[in-house]
């Protein structure tokens, strides 16, 4: 995420109360900008119902390498 130096813990802040993991932090003004990395990873449990639901709907890319 790239913002205004001015709206930088604002923003970080904001990313964090929303369930963001902040990564890496460039928090030193560069032409007036800094930013930051944030990450939000979903729960194992929604991941493997998503992988469930493909499996059983069909919902699978080809495999061209086959």
Sequence with gaps: MTTRA???????EEHIERGYRIEDER???VNGFCSFIAVRE???SDR?????????????SPREDW
């Design 6 to 12: 001015n709206l930088y813990e604002k923003r970080k």
């Design 27 to 29: 928090p030193i003004s």
């Design 42 to 44: 979903l729960p194992v």
């Design 48 to 60: 493997l119902d998503d992988l469930v639901a493909e499996a059983v709907n069909g919902n699978h």
